[in-house]
């Protein structure tokens, strides 16, 4: 007899259709599964015999043949076990304990223990999506991973314990408890910038960051506050939409890093990976990298020149396009990756050329090398370039605080709002609509014109001064990009201007 269910396999962050054919038929007991299932799903065998038969479900005693279609995909992870224990005891002849027609329009996932129990598996709320654009109406996973299921709207969620829950639930025999996802606060997280003391231009640079979705570059002595900074910026930044806070879930739900969840996040992600971070860990490889975790939050690279070259360089594209193409032997994916970079650099190997108090110990060599760590293009993808000097004892000792967070981000939220009317950050903007969104009048033009010629700066840097220009606009409340934003935009390219 034979049993049909469907299913989803993980590649990368997207899940695909996999159906579930089970045929269980006369002859010598045997138990065979095709459809190119990699290691870890070839042994449900063990894990399906195991939970069925400590379930209270005999074994069958008849050949059983697993087919996960379709064959050119291959299927990795035990996200089957589940599917094919149901499938089994709908095939036996006789009087099976679910029915065949009691599996239609359900997709079922999880992964199965020896006691029967059913295990989360990772990628879930990608696969929950999947079904419903099936036009499934069911969708049945680990309880553990119900609050995340839950997160789609149009579908019945069937959150089970164990293989025998799972059974009694399947043939109606039993209703699971609702899972609904506890409604997710919207207070920002990260440093309140009151915290932070002098370091006006800092500052600044932070919140321009926040409202354009802009790179950053802070570069100045140990103990100056670039770290501190950086973690400041969270706490600026908008709450992502419902659209956005459904991305970047669907990423961190690959990797199996939503314990605990209380509703959909609609906090940005912060990710600082240490200097140590391998390519794959950084760029990807079967799962998404650091870079696609920060999606649509913040990547912050502490001592940015210590990361390994190959890492450095690899960002280009990904701080460009937004995306990331991984391509492996039999695998090839791409993950989202519209990130915010804030980068921490010393100003040379020991940390303090250009301090006011300690002497720099390094050559004009050493200087030159650390400093060549970053590639010109690289450097010409980061808008906002500022030097973090060291603060003044006198304002270490104030007790008056600097301006909060909260503040600064009542003007940040207005900034976006002005943005998301043209239909993205603008950071995002493509060449066609910054020649629509930035236009100059004929003095700032000329400006522009002589601030290019003067610094020798690419094409590159030209579409993101002007975009700069018009985040700094949007800030003020100015429909056109003046001269004065033009003027500060330039100031944040302050390695170039060290270089010219």
């Known amino acids: 007899m034979l049993a049909l269910l469907d299913s989803a396999t993980l590649v990368g962050v997207e899940s695909h259709p996999v159906r579930v054919e ?15 299932p990699d290691a870890s799903a070839a042994e449900s065998r063990e894990r399906v015999q195991g939970a069925l038969r400590n379930s209270g479900y005999a074994p069958s005693s008849r050949r059983v043949t697993v087919n996960l279609a379709p064959g050119e995909i291959r299927k990795e992870g035990p996200r089957f076990d589940l599917a094919i224990a149901l499938g089994i005891l709908a095939s036996e002849t006789g009087r099976p304990v679910v029915r065949p027609a009691q599996l239609k329009e359900l997709m079922v996932l999880g992964e199965l223990a020896l006691d029967g129990a059913v295990r989360p598996i990772r990628g879930v709320l990608s696969s929950v999506l999947l079904a419903r654009r099936m036009g499934l109406s069911r969708v049945m996973v680990p309880l553990a991973n119900g609050p995340e299921a839950a997160l789609v709207s149009g579908l ?5 314990r164990d293989l025998r829950e799972a059974v009694e639930v399947a043939s109606g025999r039993e209703s699971p408890a609702p899972v609904l996802p506890e409604p997710a606060g919207l207070e920002p997280e990260g440093v309140d910038l009151e915290v932070v003391r002098g370091q006006h231009l800092a500052r600044r640079a932070l919140e321009i960051c926040a409202a354009g979705g802009h790179h950053l570059l802070l570069v100045g002595p140990p103990g100056s506050g670039k770290t501190l900074l950086a973690r400041c910026l969270p706490s600026v930044l908008p709450s992502l939409s419902q659209e956005e806070a459904l991305e ?3 990423i961190h739900s690959t990797q199996r890093r939503l314990s605990n969840l209380r509703g959909l996040p609609r906090t940005p992600p912060f990710r600082a990976p240490a200097q140590s971070v391998s390519l794959a860990g950084l760029i990807g490889s079967f799962t998404p990298g650091e870079i696609s975790l920060a999606h649509r939050g913040v990547l912050f690279m502490d001592e940015f020149p210590e990361f390994r070259r190959d890492c450095l360089e690899a960002l280009r594209a990904p701080l460009e396009d937004g995306q990331v193409l991984v391509a492996r032997a039999g ?4 993950y989202p990756c519209r990130f915010t970079l804030v980068a921490a650099m010393n100003p040379c190997p020991c940390g303090y050329h250009g301090d006011p108090v300690r002497e720099c110990t390094c050559s004009p060599t050493q200087r030159e090398r650390y ?4 590639s ?3 450097v010409d993808r980061i808008d906002l370039q500022v030097r973090v000097p060291r603060p003044e004892p006198e304002e270490l000792m104030s007790r008056q605080s600097g301006e909060p967070s909260a503040t600064v981000r009542e003007r940040v939220v ?13 950071a995002d903007l493509g060449p066609a609509q910054t020649r629509r969104f930035c236009v100059l009048d004929a003095e700032t033009r000329g400006f522009l014109l002589q601030a290019f010629r003067r610094l020798s700066l690419s094409a590159r840097v030209h579409d993101r001064v002007l975009r700069l220009g018009r985040t700094l606009a949007d800030l003020a409340g100015r429909e056109r990009i003046g001269l004065q934003d033009l003027c500060e935009a330039l100031e944040y390219r302050a390695l170039e201007r060290e270089d010219s």
């Open 371 to 374: 400093f060549h760590r970053l």
């Open 248 to 250: 970047v879930t669907r």
């Open 376 to 378: 010109g293009p690289l």
């Open 156 to 160: 019945r969620v069937l959150a089970v």
């Open 331 to 334: 695998f090839h994916t791409g």
């Open 22 to 36: 089970v045929d269980v038929t006369a002859g010598v007991p045997n138990y065979t599964l095709v459809g190119l």
């Open 414 to 426: 207005r900034a976006v709002a002005i943005q998301q009317e043209r239909g993205c950050r603008n």
